[in-house]
């Protein structure tokens, strides 16, 4: 049977951490879980592995280390590489330190993979908040459930809950996340495009479920206009980059004018309306973080930690 590891990259959250690590302790499929720690000062989550191999009984081989450099697409770099030193693993599952599987999590996107062939599968993150929060919030974070049936899709744009071919990394040099988006976020979906256009297969494994936890500070309009910003600064930097076909100025264009039409609508007509003004809030968000980009600013999210 090919092996597989389940790569965690975490960053001061250790409570998260534990919880994941539990999750995975009662998976039967047999993992290598590895760990990468981006605090090289507090080292929390090393903390955390080591008290899981000191108490004993973890059903599954378990290992950590330090990554120093800052930023998310380090720490994804480095697990890569570890993983691709273990001869007999084949495939390469990513989890979020804010996440918990659900089960059947992992067969999921291992049958999804063997079914469609797919070098790269991924699954639905169900997000669940801190504090109540009003249900067009809710909805908004939520908007990947069920959006795909299993089976093949375009893209998959996120490694939040995915489930890599190692070949795809291996065909390639490092550093497969460009570290241009270590503080940005973004660099998941800029390696998958990159991969979709060297004609890599995505499938989605709808039954391959995991549950975010949203922490208070997460739980705001606020933070969800942000987020808006910042993921229309990024993709706007990737296709900048990549250049995927069916992208060029007279094109974005339009798509951002239109975009800022119905912003100005749901601001204007429906300012009355909390949901049509959070969406026209969020959408003008989008349109400037693209135009932003266009300007060479990058937004760096990942500077503040969300969670504990």
Not at 115 to 135: H, L, N, S, T, Y
Not at 223 to 231: E, G, L, N, P, Y
Request: include cysteine; aromatic fraction near 8%.
């Amino acid at each position: 049977m090919a092996e597989t590891v389940v790569a965690i990259p975490t960053f001061r959250r250790p409570v998260g951490l534990l919880q994941l690590l539990t999750a995975l302790g009662q998976v039967e499929q047999p993992l290598t879980i590895i760990v990468a720690d981006n605090d090289a000062k507090g080292q929390d989550g090393m903390a955390v592995v080591r008290r899981l191999i000191a108490e004993g009984g973890f059903r599954h081989t378990l290992t950590s280390f330090v990554i120093a450099d800052r930023g998310i697409s380090h720490v994804r770099n480095a697990l890569v590489a570890k993983a691709l030193a273990m001869p007999r693993v084949q495939y390469l599952a990513m989890i979020d330190d804010d996440e918990v599987p659900e089960p059947g999590w992992i067969e999921g996107l291992l049958d999804a993979r063997a079914r469609f062939q797919a070098d790269v599968v991924g699954g639905p993150v169900i997000r669940r908040f801190e504090r109540e929060v009003p249900k067009f919030l809710a909805i908004a974070n939520n908007n990947n459930l069920d959006r795909h049936p299993t089976g093949l899709v375009d893209l998959v744009d996120a490694t939040s809950n995915v489930l890599f071919d190692l070949e795809v990394f291996r065909s390639n040099p490092a550093p497969w996340f460009d570290n241009a988006f270590a503080l940005t976020g973004g660099e998941d979906k800029d390696l998958m495009m990159g991969l979709k256009l060297r004609g890599r297969k995505f499938a989605w494994a709808n039954d391959a479920r995991v549950q975010e936890v949203m922490p208070a500070s997460r739980c705001t309009r606020g933070w969800a206009i942000t987020r808006a910003f910042r993921t229309g600064n990024s993709d706007m930097l990737i296709n900048i980059k990549h250049r995927p076909p069916g992208f060029n100025v007279v094109s974005e264009t339009l798509k951002i004018l239109g975009a800022a039409a119905v912003a100005a609508v749901n601001l204007s007509v429906f300012l009355w309306h909390p949901a049509r003004r959070f969406e026209g809030q969020r959408l003008g968000a989008r349109v400037a973080g693209k135009l932003a980009a266009v300007a060479g600013y990058r937004y760096r999210e990942y500077e503040v930690v969300h969670g504990h």
